[in-house]
């Protein structure tokens, strides 16, 4: 074993003691939440690593550094999440790897990812990215609508060919009413999904949690959390 190897199956097992732990205490099986791995700024050759670990979820926020790294990966069965800001000019390179994009915040992005996935022959998974620091008809400093403008994303969704609305997304706010409050932030977003899941039973993903908060997330009832840091260690360069 190498000593990245080591070194990442250590912090995988710690992620995997924490998430554990945090199911027993909201009494949820295991199997309800899904560990996914945000391998930016690392290279293609620990998403190797992870996968031989047993990593099967990764996600990326940049197309640039994204698209070569699931190029170099091709031949390993990963889920690819993309989690970043996307501009539409991008779009057509994510469709060719992304499995699901977890970042869908604007009409002009669900008319462009549908029009991608259509040419590309590929059906994919999409959540609704929701700002919780958002106003009302506004979007996030990092991404995400208003929890208002989820329903007329979700309906524009459903219309979408080539498009799967799988749930929602967020990522804690740093400001505005729910800074420092994440368990408050992840109920409110649990909220919108019993909303969603009303009228449509099978967008039941919560994406919510990462390194820092993904206890919290757990409680609240994420069925995903997104964990970099604590997998891979602390990041050379924001990303
Ligand atoms: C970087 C990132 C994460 C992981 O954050 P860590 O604090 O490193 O665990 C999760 N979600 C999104 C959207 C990210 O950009």
Redesign the pocket.
């Known amino acids: 074993m190498t000593d990245r190897t080591a070194e990442l199956a250590e912090n995988l097992a710690r992620v995997e003691e924490r998430i554990a732990a945090a199911c027993a205490a909201a009494d949820r099986p295991r199997e309800e939440v899904t560990l996914i791995v ?1 391998t ?1 700024t690392y290279p293609a050759s620990d998403v190797r690593i992870l996968h031989g670990l047993g990593v099967r979820h990764v ?1 990326e ?1 940049r197309d640039q550094d994204a698209a070569p790294k699931a190029a170099a990966c091709a031949d390993l069965d990963l889920t690819w999440h993309f ?2 800001q996307l501009q539409t000019n991008k779009v057509r390179s994510v469709v060719g790897y992304a499995d699901v994009v ?2 869908v915040d604007r009409l002009k992005l669900v008319s462009a990812l549908s029009a991608a996935a259509g040419k590309a022959d590929r059906e994919l998974g999409c959540l609704i990215q929701v700002a919780l620091d958002a106003e009302a008809g506004g979007r996030g400093d ?1 991404g995400g609508v208003s929890p208002e403008g989820v329903e007329e994303l979700a309906a524009a969704l459903d219309e979408a060919p080539g498009l799967r609305l799988d749930g929602l ?1 967020t ?1 804690a706010p740093l400001v505005g009413e729910y800074a420092g409050r994440q368990r408050a932030a992840f109920d409110r977003l649990m909220d919108l999904s019993t909303a969603l899941r009303a009228t449509r039973p099978a967008a039941n993903m919560v994406s919510a949690g ?3 908060d ?1 206890e919290d997330a757990i409680a609240a009832g994420a069925t995903h959390v ?7 260690g602390v ?1 050379p360069k924001l ?1």
């Open positions: 945000v930016k996600a926020n989690v970043g977890q970042s990092r997304m990522v990462m390194s820092a993904l997104r964990v970099g840091t604590a997998v891979l990041r990303g």
